[in-house]
């Protein structure tokens, strides 16, 4: 995993304020989700903000579209 990863994920963590993980799972899920990014915007779907988990469960569909496309286009 590159470095600017690292330190988004690092943005997901739960002392972080609300808006830095909101922003956070957004940026991943315009990024595309793999490995690790992908557990992470997972585990968001549990996070205590509300905004936070809506934002994950968009990312983790924009994952899931981009995983399926890549799949069907062999």
Known sequence: ???PLR???GLLDAGQPA????AA???LGELGLRGDAHDAVLADLADDDAEVR???IA???KGYGAHRH???AR
């Open 1 to 3: 995993m590159d470095v």
């Open 7 to 9: 330190k988004i994920l």
């Open 19 to 22: 808006e830095v993980r909101r």
């Open 25 to 27: 799972v957004t940026v």
């Open 54 to 56: 809506l934002r994950a």
């Open 59 to 61: 990312a983790a569909g």
């Open 70 to 72: 890549h799949r069907h």
